[in-house]
């Protein structure tokens, strides 16, 4: 037996290292072939379980909208109107009396809003759905506050300057209104005015009726410009011009109920002084006649 404990091996057949190498393999997880094509298979079935219900959910939807759109219990069968007093017949069946056997899911509701707020005496509406076949209206009316008087008609006003009606002559009778003579004024129902003299003429008017004491219906107040603001009331002219409504009328009421303890016959009463008040007194001494004195009071 040969002893190669002590045989030298050529260096050619020699390695360069004596540790042991060690090779990992990486497998690629996509090669797991079997666990993938069932996700796949999974996901498919639930995409497909989708689409068909949804599908189904759309056709089924589809029938039941055609079904309400034509059923006969939502056909709308009346409108209620509450607030409405000055509104006529005609103009609340030309707001909502297109409704009436409409399917009540197809009433255009903005439109009636839109043909309500047309209307000069309509401030407000709101207008909605009472399932299963009514239609709900509530109507906040402007309510008259003056006549406006141009020269060439009268016209109902509100108390924000909103005119509202062209009144004829046999229609002022129903209307006992105090009366804002503005001339050549051209008004429009529906429109709001914008003349600074019926803005100062609306402001007296509201301190008069916050007062009281006055008979509204007889008061008349010239208002052709702001400075020459006046009131017509009893056979008297209160000359008042613009602002300080509430110390003027003070001061006009002191002023009367010392005219009416000297017993005086008065042509006018002018406030607009700061600080003092013209009384134009006049002549009983001469028939007919407008002359007289002028008074002024300091105060």
Not at 48 to 74: D, K, N, P, Q
Not at 84 to 111: P, S, T, Y
Not at 200 to 221: F, H, Q, T
Request: overall charge positive; charged content about 25%.
């Amino acid at each position: 037996m040969r002893d190669y404990k002590n045989v030298r091996v050529p260096k050619k057949y020699r390695t360069q290292s004596n540790r042991v190498t060690v090779k990992r393999l990486e497998l690629n997880r996509t090669t797991v072939r079997p666990y993938m094509n069932a996700k796949r298979v999974q996901n498919i079935a639930l995409t497909t379980f989708v689409i068909m219900v949804i599908i189904a959910g759309s056709w089924i939807g589809w029938h039941v909208y055609r079904e309400v759109m034509h059923a006969e219990l939502f056909q709308i069968s009346g409108v209620d109107v509450r607030g409405a007093n000055q509104l006529d017949d005609a103009n609340l069946k030309k707001i909502v009396g297109v409704f009436v056997n409409e399917n009540i899911f197809r009433a255009d509701l903005d439109a009636a809003v839109k043909r309500a707020q047309a209307n000069p005496w309509v401030k407000a509406v709101s207008i909605y759905r009472r399932l299963p076949n009514r239609i709900s209206m509530t109507v906040t009316e402007r309510e008259p506050f003056a006549l406006l008087d141009t020269g060439s008609g009268y016209f109902l006003i509100d108390n924000e300057g909103v005119i509202i009606e062209w009144l004829i002559k046999e229609k002022m009778g129903a209307w006992p209104l105090p009366v804002i003579i503005i001339k050549n004024y051209r008004a429009r129902p529906g429109e709001q005015v914008t003349s600074e003299t019926l803005e100062e003429a609306l402001k007296l008017l509201s301190e008069i009726a916050k007062r009281g004491g006055w008979r509204l219906n007889d008061v008349m107040l010239k208002a052709n410009t702001p400075e020459s603001l006046s009131i017509v009331y009893a056979n008297h002219e209160f000359k008042l011009g613009s602002g300080h409504y509430a110390e003027k009328l003070r001061r006009l009421a002191e002023v009367m109920a010392d005219v009416k303890r000297r017993n005086l016959n008065i042509a006018y009463v002018d406030l607009r002084p700061e600080r003092q008040v013209a009384v134009l007194v006049k002549n009983d001494n001469i028939q007919g006649s407008r002359q007289g004195i002028r008074k002024k009071t300091q105060k």
